[in-house]
């Protein structure tokens, strides 16, 4: 391409050739509009925006990052405020407060419809990660003693106001959920029919309490678009759709990867996270593990006679160290995964512990025979040869077993079993490598 | 509970109560039973299955694990095959028989109807990891000049054999795709007006090659209920399911952390992998991190003279390699994910090296400081705390800049950038660790 499509709109704003923009926006799709603006200076933000066609404003609004929400935000008159808010459907205006300052907030409820205000004030009460805050409450219920023609012009009646339509709840005089019925079965059926009739009667869904992370965990087993969320007294108060599940999936997973590595959560991305905040989420286990370091390394002088007497014994610490680290961290790793996506359930705790016995045998066994026999050639020395391939056995299979138990442990004491990943299983298992290490040398070497 | 499901079914089975099971396998979800029977011993398995009602059989086959669906097959008569066959969808059987050993293939493949054969042939074609082999081709498509009236009859009338419906495809005669149309417009529209005046003309589709990481991003980025798949004519051959797409981003995450960790990937899950097959996906990175670690201990053994002098420096080798690793594994990490969600894009380059580095001077001066003061107060040796702080700083900026350069520099090698995770880049941050270490203490302390 000669010229961006960026280059291409800021020419077109500089050449007052508003129509076209605003052609180019109708044809595009809101989420592809919300990710053009976001990358805007700040300065051209609000004029481009105010070039959407009305009907579009909102969808790309409900699209953009939290930054761009603000800015456009401050700038709007109340009136624009009040248009785009009014379009916006419950669940996004609930993120929306979630994000911005609080007194952006006070202009936001101000502008809202008092009915909305309130649902809206529901969402916020509940906690940050449960169904409750993810939900919308703008769905299709259903009454059991409905025919399926008079269900279908009460979908018609209702179908701009809801997030998705295909999936319909039925409920009784009470709200509390008797089932659901999919748009497909209704379009399927004889217009006479009564729903209660062909209903899906199992019913399936989540409490507002529940993690968000086991809504979409359940949303995923079932392949369902739209999941319902009840209350404490069984009563129907909204829905989850796949969108805001698919983005749960994610988040969860990229938080888990930091945690392994390490890594305090944090939710902004990356290059919206400022110098202070990156140093912040590393600092704290940096500083744990460097000083649970030193403790290894008070281990290492405890051994000051050995190594005086073998200089050469120092220059295998960084192999022994390294292989016992990486075990550790394969099998943690596997465990805290595994755990994640419910491969492995809390009562299998020995069945891991015999699998990563075994597997650890093996393991054991052939990097202990291939470094032996590297360090007899490299060396000539049988018993540096023997020393080494032992330590290797013993800490390959010491690693493997921390790795596996510590992250469990975690589980079973309500922990997040991704704080026992890689880092801090490393440094564990760096001081009982070492201790395993010099102890076999001493024994056999008679040094020390 | 006094007694589980799984309990229940037995009894209910011994006893012969089957009108009974078989109203409870009709009350549950497809997904639920489909769990319920992957844990059956194997004997139990194919009687539970022959109480299923037929209509459900084959809903419950499609979630049921490669390993059970193998074993019933084994079981089933040709005619009982047949039946379980008919009723599958394309994409399911497609995926049935990559998962089956060849026998087996023959016998699906011998009992499945002469046109669905072909089909299924032409997806089987399509590269393992690609947006053909992820897709259905049961879709619903519509003409331009069809009117709403007419495109709602066709839909009630290929409805049953179409995975989704909420979203129609609007092609020529020549199946190039002109746009799409969700059931909401249709629902929403006039009866008489025309297709192509009420379409959505903005086609948003993936074509047959692309990689299915890619297909799900683009849903997540749509929130699309399904994406249409067109081939290198632009003619539309299937669409991919959301919950296909939820499969693939869960997929690739799990696959993502693996590698993160030096396991080689392996698509069973972890209680139906043997010890073998355990011990070989990660001896190989194992093996490789080993020996490499020997060069780190290569270089501590020229600098033997300097730890014979001064045997403490050998202390401070685990905390100065552990915070280098650790360093270098979040900084490799948030890259890495960075990039797996297209935070970070391939231009990004300088800008991510230099956001690094400025964290990395803040890092490097808390954790300088703080380990010479604690050094100060334990040994009161000022030299000692001044080598070790140096070298802090130095073995950090280090580590960063090498944890954000290399998984950049593989992507820009079309390498996955996860096999520079943790544990590669560890093994190298190790040796220049040392090297910064020992130098540092050479120069300062007058040694060696």
Chains 1, 2 share one sequence.
């Not at 916006?88 to 502008?111: F, G, H, Q, S």
């Not at 999936?249 to 990867?257: L, N, P, V």
Request: charged share 25%.
């Amino acid at each position: 391409m000669a010229i961006t499509l960026q280059e291409l709109l800021n020419r077109l704003r500089e050449n007052r050739r508003y129509a076209a923009l605003r052609d180019i926006f109708t044809a595009m799709n809101e989420a592809d509009t919300a990710a053009l603006f976001d990358e805007l200076p700040e300065a051209e933000l609000p004029v481009m925006f105010r070039l959407l066609p009305k009907d579009l404003a909102s969808d790309v609004f409900a699209h953009m990052e939290s930054d761009s929400q603000e800015l456009l935000i401050k700038g709007f008159s109340d009136a624009e405020l009040k248009e785009v808010l009014d379009e916006l459907y419950v669940d996004d205006t609930a993120d929306l407060i979630e994000e911005m300052p609080a007194n952006v907030v006070k202009r936001i409820l101000a502008n809202t419809e008092p009915e909305k205000r309130n649902v809206i004030n529901e969402i916020l009460k509940y906690p940050e990660d449960s169904a409750g805050s993810l939900m919308t409450i703008e769905y299709i219920s259903l009454r059991p003693k409905m025919s399926v023609s008079e269900a279908i012009k009460r979908i018609r009646r209702t179908i701009t106001d809801t997030e998705t339509i295909y999936t319909c709840y039925v409920t009784d005089d009470n709200r509390h959920l008797l089932g659901y019925i999919s748009l497909r079965t209704l379009l399927l059926a004889k217009p006479d029919s009564l729903i209660s009739d062909i209903m899906e009667d199992t019913v399936i869904c989540v409490h507002t309490s529940d993690d968000k992370e086991d809504v979409a965990k359940k949303m995923s087993h079932y392949s369902f678009v739209a999941i319902p969320v009840v209350d404490a007294e069984n009563r129907l108060v909204g829905i989850v759709t796949f969108d805001d599940a698919i983005d749960v999936m994610q988040d969860e997973a990229t938080e888990d990867i930091k945690m392994m590595a390490a890594i305090a959560p944090n939710e902004e991305s990356y290059f919206k996270t400022s110098d202070f905040k990156h140093a912040r989420t590393r600092i704290v286990w940096l500083l744990i593990l460097m000083l649970s370091a030193a403790i290894t390394g008070g281990i290492i002088s405890g051994y000051e006679a050995s190594f005086s007497a073998v200089p050469m014994l120092v220059s295998f610490i960084p192999m022994l160290m390294g292989t016992g680290g990486n075990c550790g961290s394969q099998s943690s790793t596997l465990v805290i995964r595994g755990m994640a996506i419910d491969e492995i359930k809390p009562g299998d705790f020995f069945k891991v512990i015999w699998v990563e016995f075994r597997v650890s045998l093996l393991l054991s066994t052939a990097l202990a025979l291939i470094n032996g026999l590297r360090i007899l050639i490299m060396y000539r020395d049988p018993m540096l040869a023997l020393v080494i391939s032992l330590s290797i056995v013993g800490i390959v299979i010491m690693s493997e077993m921390i790795g596996c138990i510590l992250p469990m442990l975690a589980k079973r004491l309500h922990c997040d079993p991704a704080v026992m990943a890689a880092p801090l299983i490393t440094t564990i298992v760096d001081a009982c490598s070492i201790l395993i290490y010099f102890n076999i040398a001493c024994h056999l070497m008679v040094i020390g």
